[in-house]
């Protein structure tokens, strides 16, 4: 890739970033609460799915119907 279209993409990435920021202002949300990790169904749940926000038991792993990255509660 050349380093005008990695200018490109930086560019458009920026450009997203920027109008995702104006649509959560227009909808009073915070990015932070966007991103907050979802509330534990289980108690025990050490881990979540961020796509499906499936509750896991165990410390790492990925999500059985995602098959994404599990994310760590309070990381």
């Not at 990435?13 to 289980?42: F, I, Y």
């Not at 796509?51 to 990255?69: F, H, M, N, Q």
Request: proline fraction near 5%; aromatic fraction near 4%.
């Amino acid at each position: 890739m050349s380093q005008r279209d990695q200018l490109d993409l930086l560019g458009l990435a920026a450009l997203e970033r920027d109008a995702l920021n104006d649509l959560l202002q227009a909808c009073g949300e915070s990015r932070k609460a966007l991103l907050a990790p979802p509330a534990h169904l289980d108690p025990v749940a050490r881990t979540y799915c961020p796509i499906c926000l499936g509750d896991y038991r165990i410390a790492e792993g990925t999500c059985v119907d995602c098959r994404v990255a599990l994310v760590r509660y309070g990381d």
